[in-house]
């Protein structure tokens, strides 16, 4: 009922109206999600590497952020992870979950 | 003029109330955090854990050789299931303490399980007896 309503109002057969809704209402905003998200990271931390993922088929709960940075040399796992999920704080309100893989660039000789 | 009507007791509640963790929950925590020396507070029970991320931080635990695991389950507890996050200052679940201290959730395991950081942990804080070394060091 609802589909065909809309299809109607459009102009448009029922299902190509659903479809069209399904398909065009995560993809952008994933892609916003995630260059948002890295580059805030990008700012405050200045990673060697930084690489973030929307994981949950494009919605933008759930996301993988793998990040490689200088400032995380001698700090334990908890507080690298933690600088993370700190800058994020917000973000993270509107996710159901954020794996943060940090890691620190190998020593130079 | 009118003077304000004395504010109750509830309204001072609401405010504190933005804050996740409640009293009774702080009580639990803390009494499974320090009666415990290793603690998974999770999604489900040890034996059946109810999302994969739990699954897994039981399995890595598991595979060292820890055989008694003790369990908070989160799912069972609203007011632990928020309150967790808050006492940590850790937005997610699971969670593992070893002696009152915070380890990490699964991602941190996973990791420490790989470098080789948890068979030392486990070991240092004897939550391992013996130490039947599979990685060599020298």
């Not at chain 1, 993988?64 to 995380?72: G, H, S, T």
């Not at chain 2, 850790?90 to 009152?100: A, D, F, L, S």
Request: hydrophobic share 40%; net charge neutral; aromatic share 4%.
């Amino acid at each position: 009922m609802l589909p065909r309503l809309l299809g109607v109002a459009q102009g448009l057969p029922p299902r190509l109206a659903l479809a069209r809704r399904l398909l065009s209402a995560c993809p952008p905003a994933a892609a916003n999600g995630e260059e948002h998200i890295r580059r805030k990271l990008q700012q405050a931390l200045q990673p060697a590497r930084l690489a973030v993922t929307d994981t949950s088929g494009g919605c933008g709960s759930m996301y993988v952020v793998e990040i490689e940075a200088e400032c995380f040399r001698g700090l334990s796992r908890v507080k690298q992870t933690k600088l993370v999920n700190g800058l994020l704080k917000d973000e993270l309100k509107a996710m159901h979950g954020m794996r943060v893989l940090c890691s620190v660039p190998p020593e130079k000789p | 003029m009118l003077t304000a009507p004395r504010a109750p007791a509830v309204p001072a509640f609401r405010l504190m109330a933005q804050r996740a963790i409640t009293d009774r929950a702080k009580t639990l925590i803390d009494g499974a955090v320090k009666q415990n020396d290793l603690v998974v507070f999770m999604k489900g029970t040890p034996d059946e854990p109810m999302c994969g991320f739990s699954r897994a931080v039981i399995q890595i635990l598991q595979m060292h050789g820890v055989d008694e695991i003790t369990g908070v389950d989160c799912l069972q507890d609203p007011e632990v299931r928020e309150g967790i996050k808050e006492y940590t200052d850790w937005p997610t679940i699971p969670q593992v303490y070893v002696k009152g201290e915070f380890v990490g959730g699964c991602d941190v395991m996973v990791q420490m399980h790989q470098s080789g950081e948890l068979h030392e942990l486990l070991v240092k804080e004897k939550i391992l007896s013996a130490e039947p070394e599979p990685e060599l060091k020298k």
